[in-house]
């Protein structure tokens, strides 16, 4: 008999073409966040949720021991955890903040601590061992197969809810024999996801899980969705500190800004493990290798164009900061209140510390004035906002990068109708996709591969150059600016890259 070591995370469905790629992640996630959000109860029913356990104590090798245990014997898939805290308010503190990740929580390891702690969750916890744990846990496992896509019907938001409905989710975990490797924790409040907004963890489930397909598929990263209850930024960062043991990595993903600049950099600050916000960062590299080759197309400078942001949020703030490192000089960020400039009533400390680089003229005009004679707009905010009169108003040869998910600013095919010389999109289902599965998988890869536990703005713009290198001259064109996102060879340069 197999003598198993390690517990990895892995996909239940193949994705090798962009149509499954869109099922399982954007666009078609959005379909069962929806449904999640209307009512939190068939989160159970459209993600693994329901045959989700952690396993909590003070020693990660008892937790493994225990999830690999409940694995083999009863099919759960049991996450193992280590608390670095015996304090009963930290223990309720974890278990009440990691509920919507979970249909169980196994805290039997530490019963002597928890007998007396009042949990405030709706999902059963066990405090102490008992005969039959099939009947206590009451999970309900669908992973005896490898979900085969063809299977379904409808358009990509029907088919991807068939899939995740009758898959239970999209990944599982997986026992193995060989020495076990901590998983990345992909951690979410919920807050931000995709271009649904403050959906809450329950409901932003089914997009980590999507993460976590993309991080095992293509970076052959073992990474654990981890949807908390709590959006209080002291919190989310306490939860991770005293959690830190459990994992390789922290993926902070979908949690809105500013929160999110005093998580990610707390935690870079007092973590052991490193810390990478990926909507920032990952976006960031990626935005830039693609900007880099279509200048390089439009026979264009970055110091010399205009280029209009619309967003103001994580991901703009961290491309924005990026385009600036490597020379661009002429930038002016829009965010729901109008342009950004320094001194700004409504500024947040993010926006003031970024006005410091962007809109030296402090201009008050509106988007739809600012974009006249720009050379790049980059849209990371709300959809539909640019219309055909934006684009025919901009310079020669004019940049396009609508970047909200999953309707973009302006869909790609108008935005070329409209006179973009070059149209991106988040979507995978046009062309010059402009997808963060792009970096964060081979990033990750290199970064547990290297044993580096902190991830500098050198090691983004090694990423951002080295993808943008990834298409040569001679395949350069406007409909091809980066690798494809299902480009086996990208995550392995990246990962080369990490150092």
Known sequence: MAKYQGIKIVSKVEVNDKKTLAIVYTPGVAASCLKIKENPETSFDYTNRENSAAVISFNYEKSLERAIFLKTSLGIDAYPFEISSTQPEKIKLIVD???????????????????????????????????????????????????????????????SLQLRKMAGGVVETQLTEEEHIKPVAIVSDGSAVLGLGDIGGEAGLPVMEGKAVLFQELGDVSAIPLCLKTQNADEIIETVLLLQNSFSGVNLEDIKAPRCFEVENTLIEKADIPIFHDDQHGTAVVVLAALLNALHLAEKKIED????????????????????????????????????????????????????????????????????????????????????????SMADKPIVFALANPTPEIMPDKAVEYGAFISASGRSDFPNQINNSLVFPGLFNGVIKNNIKKITNEIKLNCAFALASMVKEDELSRDYILPDALDRQVPVTISNNCT
């Open 97 to 159: 903040t990691i509920e919507p990740s979970f249909g169980a929580i196994d805290l039997s390891l530490i019963c002597d601590s928890v007998k007396n702690i009042d949990f405030n969750v709706k999902i059963p916890v066990l405090k102490e061992p008992v005969s039959d744990l099939k009947t206590f846990f009451l999970c309900v496992s669908k992973n005896l197969f490898m979900f085969n896509c063809d299977k379904l019907t409808g358009d990509t938001n029907e088919k």
């Open 305 to 392: 164009v205009k280029i209009i942001f619309s967003g103001a949020g994580a991901a703009a703030t961290a491309v924005c900061k990026l385009i600036l490192s490597v020379g661009a000089k002429n930038i002016i960020m829009y965010d729901i209140d109008g342009a950004i400039y320094k001194g700004r009533s409504r500024n947040n400390f993010a926006h003031e510390e970024i006005s410091n680089y962007t809109n030296l003229k402090c201009s008050k005009a509106p988007l739809k004035d600012e974009i006249k004679g720009a050379d790049v707009f980059i849209g990371l905010s709300a959809p539909n906002i640019l219309n055909e009169d934006m684009i025919k």
